[in-house]
């Protein structure tokens, strides 16, 4: 049951955040990298996702009846890592067209350890907000 609670949260935590990006990403991809350059546009647009990755945070544990322990919020995040990971693979081969070669270098560019930095933040997220703070389903 534990694990499905965190499956469940996990899932949902990668839905919202994904959503947002999804939304976000033509605004930031058509109307601010032409003008600003990957990596300023990338850093415009990180305050929104920032604000989706912890209001999710926030919501989603309480929402599938998961523990606030630390352990399985953690899970949660590295779960939601997990399927992003994923999608983001099938969204750049399928709609950029880019191997999964051509996405792992772009990480080593200025964009790319700006986009590592919020992957890293997606993932803790559900333990920075969360963190000691027990759910009611926790105390009975």
Request: glycine share 12%; proline share 6%; hydrophobic share 55%.
């Amino acid at each position: 049951m534990k694990l499905m609670r965190i499956a469940a949260a996990s899932v949902l935590y990668f839905t919202l955040v994904f959503g947002a990006g999804m939304l976000l990403g033509p605004i930031r991809v058509f109307g601010l990298e032409p003008r600003l350059g990957k990596s300023i546009a990338l850093l415009c647009e990180m305050p929104f996702l920032l604000a989706a990755m912890f209001l999710a945070a926030r919501w989603v544990p309480g929402k599938t009846g998961m523990s606030g322990a630390r352990g399985p919020l953690a899970a949660m995040g590295v779960g939601a890592l997990v399927l992003q990971q994923m999608a983001d693979l099938a969204v750049g081969i399928m709609l950029r067209g880019l191997t999964p070669s051509e996405q792992l270098q772009n990480f080593a560019t200025p964009a790319g350890v700006i986009y590592v930095v919020a992957l890293l933040l997606f993932a803790a997220m559900p333990v920075l907000v969360g963190g000691g703070r027990h759910s009611a389903c926790d105390r009975g």
